[in-house]
């Protein structure tokens, strides 16, 4: 085993290279390169960009990129996946008991039916002119409450600088909504109640949720689950 920034690092050195001159070389930013040499890729935005940054800067050193490529991937990734919870043991239904299932959804099935058909009849036939007269007042409340109530949505604005953001769906392993920097004024809508945000620096972003300010802690690369009822900070 080696260490990969070391590497690189002596790699540059003696070849007496500048990151200006590698930057314009590779269109790789200097701070990347940095962070490459430091061995800090939480200061890069998202596993793939690491990977193409290694081998770009590797390569043009005149170094072997699947090496480097190779060490990152044995190194920083296993804690990673170590954190994926087991996929649940999908049980084998049997024959009858999926035949059990189509007739239990066939009966339930035929009795909304068999309701709706009856709450029609009483409505066109249950009044003498043929006609059931409107709740009005009932309507309109109904109405004017799904009006007024906020939408479901997480609501993502950049302020100053911005800053580099992951979300997720409901969870730390769930699917993956956006990935990439808020910049200042920029504002992202996502729909749903419940989210994993990793946010590299919490300042450079507001967040709202159901119309709901979010207090984020002031922490770097902090990691929350946010729901409409509480923002709950994790480890790691």
Do not use: C, H
Request: without cysteine.
């Amino acid at each position: 085993m080696f260490e990969i920034g070391n590497s690189l690092r002596e790699a540059r050195e003696r070849k007496g290279l500048a990151y200006p001159e590698i930057e314009s070389a590779t269109k790789i930013r200097a701070k990347y390169i940095r962070a490459l040499e430091e061995e800090d890729f939480t200061a890069i935005p998202g596993d793939a960009y690491i990977r193409g940054f290694l081998r770009t800067y590797a390569d043009y050193l005149g170094l072997d990129p699947d090496v480097y490529v190779d060490e990152y991937a044995s190194r920083f990734l296993t804690s990673w996946r170590d954190e994926l919870p087991e996929r649940p043991k999908r049980r084998r239904i049997r024959p009858r008991e999926r035949t059990l299932e189509r007739r239990s959804l066939v009966l339930v099935l035929a009795g909304i039916a068999l309701v709706t058909a009856l709450v029609f009849v009483a409505w066109r036939y249950g009044g003498s002119d043929g006609s059931a007269p409107p709740a009005v007042g009932t309507q309109g409340t109904t109405q004017a409450r799904k009006q007024a109530a906020p939408p479901r949505q997480l609501v993502l604005r950049g302020v100053g600088s911005g800053t580099y953001v992951e979300v997720r769906r409901n969870k730390r392993s769930g699917q993956l909504m956006l990935q990439g920097t808020v910049g200042n004024g920029q504002v992202d809508r996502l729909p749903g109640s419940r989210f994993y945000l990793l946010v590299r620096r919490p300042a450079g972003l507001r967040v709202s949720l159901e119309g709901r300010a979010v207090a984020l802690p002031a922490v770097g690369n902090l990691r929350v689950i946010v729901t409409p009822l509480r923002t709950t900070r994790l480890s790691g």
